[in-house]
């Protein structure tokens, strides 16, 4: 699921300049400007918004095939509607994007149908002492199609790779369905109280990769806090989770966790936390057997203010089938002539005596009309099939703006996945340019280039180079 802590869904701006405005190339990650992009009429009150776009595609081997295929054809017909109601107490948003798509495929008769889809909605009520945060969003798309990679962002801008990354080829649609509830109580009080539930189906219909099965997962979280004293605070929280995969084991793994946290503020400068747990996991599979582990989780976190940003300080050990995850990282952000950069460097250890570097890169600057990004991570996680799994990924864009009503846009963005125990070595490379331009009528035209590239060990690599045009606007009115 790629959506923050607070469990708020993605937001549909981020959704609507990626698909609606044809910004699919990455490069101008526009969430933060947007002025030419999408209808604003100020904070507060209901909106309602509706959004129509026409795209054509036209390139080889458009589902990035091995051996590769021929030329392919792709017209799709986008439209989006969303409502949101905001006031100083609450907030709600309703949001729907989806297409009707007609394809012309080497090897296939043509064939016209229901493209990708996204339903999001989201609700919070904030009160002086207590509040209140649900939301659920529903996904689905083919598999076997082209998808860029910015399909992966979250709310914060970053790539977030889900856990099937490396299976998702061949045929097939996917389609996830994520719920979060939680509240909590007693912000002003000395105890506190927290509720979280989250709940996440996965389903895949009509696949034809050997490694895609449906799963579900509920979890669940209580937290209780103590106010100690004006500077430290205490904290207990129990979770728990239930993950079912419906594979040939019949996948059934539960696990629990019961942390101790403590946050204190040394100075107004310094700040830090200490959480130490305990966790079990319990895995039941019909072929492979049972598993089992329990142990020792912690963190320790730390703070400094500096008169020009802050330096960061984290250690984490984590605990799953696969053995435990001890990680380091120092970091550093700041500003330098106007731009925004952040570094951090570090390792991780795994069990059987494995230590490899980890680290990441942030740079954002806006000169003029003119934006550079660059994002850079290096890190070892947890996949849902309780393996470590090695990431790199690295993100490029440059925005120029050619006046008040064009831009063009350059990206690139490299990602590499290695799983030795169960998903082999994936490596995906998209490159990108585009060009947009709004005409007095407010409608966008966006025209564009792509070319990406897809390497798997023990099924070979293959590459797509893809033209795209469309033309679309978003009406946006108060009721």
Request: aromatic share 10%; proline share 3%.
């Amino acid at each position: 699921m790629n959506n923050s802590e607070s469990g708020r869904p993605v937001k549909y701006q981020l959704v609507l300049r990626i698909i609606l405005f044809g910004i699919v190339c990455g490069v101008l990650h526009l969430q933060n400007r947007a002025d030419a992009q999408v209808v604003e009429l100020g904070p507060g009150g209901t909106q309602m918004t509706l959004g129509i776009a026409q795209r054509f595609e036209s390139g080889r081997n458009l589902r990035l095939e091995v051996p590769e295929e021929g030329h392919g054809t792709i017209s799709s017909t986008i439209l989006s509607f969303g409502v949101s109601s905001e006031t100083p107490i609450q907030s709600l948003s309703l949001d729907a994007v989806t297409a009707l798509r007609w394809t012309d495929l080497p090897n296939e008769d043509s064939d016209f149908d229901i493209g990708d889809s996204i339903f999001e909605f989201g609700y919070a009520r904030e009160g002086a002492n207590a509040g209140l945060d649900f939301g659920v969003d529903f996904s689905s798309y083919d598999i076997g199609l082209f998808r860029s990679l910015n399909d992966f962002i979250d709310d914060e801008g970053v790539l977030d790779l889900p856990s099937d990354f490396g299976d998702l080829t061949g045929d097939g649609t996917r389609r996830e369905f994520n719920s979060v509830f939680q509240m909590d109580f007693g912000r002003q009080d000395l105890i506190s109280y927290n509720f979280r539930i989250n709940a996440q189906n996965l389903d895949y219909v009509d696949q034809t990769s050997p490694d895609l099965f449906n799963s579900d997962t509920i979890g669940g979280s209580a937290g209780i806090g103590f106010v100690l004293s004006p500077v430290t605070t205490a904290t207990i929280d129990i979770r728990a989770e239930r993950y079912e995969e419906d594979n040939p084991d019949q996948t059934d793994r539960k696990s629990k966790s019961v942390v101790f946290g403590l946050s204190q503020e040394v100075s107004a400068r310094t700040r830090f936390d200490v959480a130490l747990g305990y966790t079990e996991i319990d895995e039941r599979e019909l072929i492979a057997g049972d598993d089992f582990t329990s142990g020792f989780i912690g963190r320790i976190g730390a703070e400094y203010d500096m008169p020009n940003g802050e330096i960061t300080f984290d250690a984490e050990s984590e605990l799953s089938l696969a053995g435990r995850l001890n990680s380091f990282r120092i970091g550093r952000s700041r500003e330098i002539l106007g731009a925004t950069f952040s570094v951090s460097l570090g390792f991780a250890h795994t069990d059987g005596g494995r230590t490899e570097p980890i680290g990441s890169l942030r740079y954002a600057n806006e000169f003029g009309e003119n934006e550079l990004r660059i994002f850079f991570d290096r890190n070892i996680v947890i996949t849902d099939d309780e393996v470590f799994r090695d990431e790199y990924i690295l993100d490029f864009g440059y925005i120029w703006g050619l006046g008040p009503s064009s831009r063009l846009g350059l990206g690139a963005t490299h990602i590499l996945t290695d799983s030795t125990e169960v998903d082999p070595r994936v490596e995906r490379t998209d490159l990108n340019a585009v060009y947009s331009y709004e005409l007095e009528s407010q409608w966008i035209i966006n025209a564009g280039l792509n070319y990406s590239v897809r390497d798997e060990d023990g099924v070979g690599r293959a590459t797509s180079p893809l033209a795209f045009f469309q033309i679309g606007r978003e009406f946006a009115w108060r009721p």
